[in-house]
């Protein structure tokens, strides 16, 4: 995502299903970890990404629309066009992003 017209797009696509917004940074070692897992779960998520340093305003535009503080590397689930939880660091895994998806879509 670049723009507040991408941004749009993406909270539009999550009144179908959820979606990660994924936060993360050029240069810092905790994105890199963080990418790789989200790139691990691409196949299976609808995932939006941005790169913090190419999109400043954006990353508050996000943070402000979304109501959640924003961090680097961060991934967020939006459904229905909320934020309905977030992961950073160390808590970006594929398997964590793809179990927090699955309960949303297949509610105990």
Known sequence: MHTSADL?????????????IFKHSASCPFSAQAQMEVAHAKHDLDIHGIVVQYTPEL?????????????????????????????WRSEITEMGLKKSVKALLNPA
Request: charged share 30%.
């Open 59 to 87: 990353k508050e535009e996000i943070a402000e629309r979304l109501g959640v503080e924003h961090q680097t590397p961060q991934a967020i689930i939006v459904h229905r066009g909320k934020a309905v939880s977030h992961h």
């Open 8 to 20: 749009d797009t993406a909270l539009q696509a999550s009144e179908e299903k959820p979606i990660v």
